[in-house]
């Protein structure tokens, strides 16, 4: 994967939706909520504030994390789905 987010962005690889529930009832691809959780893949280089100062994001690759529920835009690249948000719409590190 080739993508540098710009700013305070991160890329984000949504954890797969479960497929079945405790009850063992499958339930359809239609019908599935969106995941909260995910592994960020690639960092922008952070935010310039009103001062000029660089501010350096406080996740990194390969942490796990917790999002809103619509939170960020989706694109598909090289065939697989991703998340494009800013750090502000991360609510924890898990």
């Given at each position: 994967m080739n993508i540098r987010p710009l700013a305070d962005r991160v890329v984000v690889r949504p954890k797969e939706a479960e497929e079945k529930k405790q009850g063992g009832i499958i339930i359809p691809d239609t019908a599935k909520e969106r995941p909260q959780e995910g592994e960020i893949v690639a960092v922008g280089p952070?935010?310039?504030?009103?001062?000029?100062?660089?501010?350096?994001?406080?996740?990194?690759?390969?942490?796990?994390?917790?999002?809103?529920?619509?939170?960020?835009?989706?694109?598909?690249?090289?065939?697989?789905d991703f998340l494009i948000m800013r750090e502000d719409d991360i609510l924890a590190v898990v």
């Open positions: 952070g935010k310039v504030n009103d001062a000029g100062k660089k501010i350096e994001l406080s996740v990194k690759k390969g942490d796990q994390v917790l999002y809103g529920k619509y939170s960020g835009t989706e694109v598909t690249i090289d065939g697989e």
